[in-house]
């Protein structure tokens, strides 16, 4: 069973050697790798090419960037039944692929798989949604982030099987594009698993330390996508207009108040400004 690992990148260098370097250790070697390349200075060319008589690899130079736009790019070039879309500051523990392809030939009528993202060589967890327990899971409760999601395209609707390219960063709205495909993809019947056991490394990104632009910023991918599938009267988005929109933000911002925690207080604030924000802006546009 062949992967197609479709990876966008721009602006990044040594983070993308050692993701390069995780592959070449995998334990399971039937993968092709694309890199849709949106540099304009050629940077990574070498790095590439120090990589292709270590696995089969497709580099593809564009000139546009957004990262939900190249990753859909990329479906085009892919060979394997299985796609995922690895970031290019991530790097992967050497049996994941291994696990990936057993998980699914175990689980007959799996169509999408997520692994645990963890904080680089730790067992505390990273970005994303995760949980110390394996489960299958359904638009209301969704797993893992866009890097930790894998797809067998047999198995789920390829109609769905795409990114919004509203979505992302470089794009409209910069967040949320792996939700939002995930959540149309459930939509349409797909079966998820999640499993922490196998461990995707992806550096913890701190909110608290980068500040309330980055919370922003990524938030307003949340309140759009959100908007996206209100519009569409989609009655189960309700679910997280109240939970997105009200309780959770609010009891966060609460209990940041009771802990005297001015740094979760802001991050929970802004990320609520931002959700917001979205929510309203793809009304008045999309």
């Not at 019947?189 to 922490?196: D, K, L, M």
């Not at 991918?221 to 609010?250: E, S």
Request: aromatic share 14%; proline share 2%.
């Amino acid at each position: 069973m062949k992967i197609s690992l479709v990876l966008a990148t721009l602006g990044r260098s040594w983070q993308l050697v050692d993701f390069l370097n995780s592959l070449r250790h995998q334990t399971y070697q039937d993968f092709e790798l694309i890199i849709i390349d949106q540099n304009r200075d050629g940077k990574i060319d070498d790095i590439v090419k120090t990589f292709t008589s270590c696995f089969e690899v497709m580099h593809v130079k564009v000139d546009f960037t957004g990262n939900a736009r190249a990753r859909d790019y990329g479906i085009g070039f892919a060979q394997g039944r299985i796609i995922a879309f690895p970031d290019d500051d991530c790097t992967y523990e050497t049996d994941v692929l291994e696990q990936v392809v057993a998980e699914f030939a175990r689980r007959e009528n799996l169509s999408i798989l997520v692994a645990g993202s963890y904080d680089l060589s730790t067992s505390r967890f990273s970005i994303g949604v995760n949980s110390r327990k394996a489960r299958y899971f359904s638009r209301f409760s969704m797993m893992g982030v866009e890097f930790t999601q894998f797809f067998d395209r047999d198995r789920l609707d390829r109609q769905q099987f795409h990114l919004d390219h509203d979505f992302g960063i470089g794009s409209k709205y910069s967040g949320a594009e792996g939700f939002e495909m995930l959540y149309r993809l459930l939509r349409a019947g797909s079966t998820a698993f999640y499993t922490p056991g196998i461990r995707i490394y992806h550096p913890d990104k701190d909110h608290y330390q980068l500040g309330t632009a980055r919370m922003l910023m990524y938030s307003t991918g949340v309140g759009a996508y959100i908007r996206k599938f209100a519009n569409q009267q989609d009655v189960f988005i309700l679910y997280y207009i109240v939970r997105k929109m009200f309780v959770a933000p609010l009891l966060k911002m609460m209990l940041a108040l009771v802990l005297l925690n001015p740094k979760k207080l802001a991050y929970s604030f802004y990320n609520l400004v931002g959700i917001w924000r979205g929510f309203l802006a793809y009304g008045a546009d999309g």
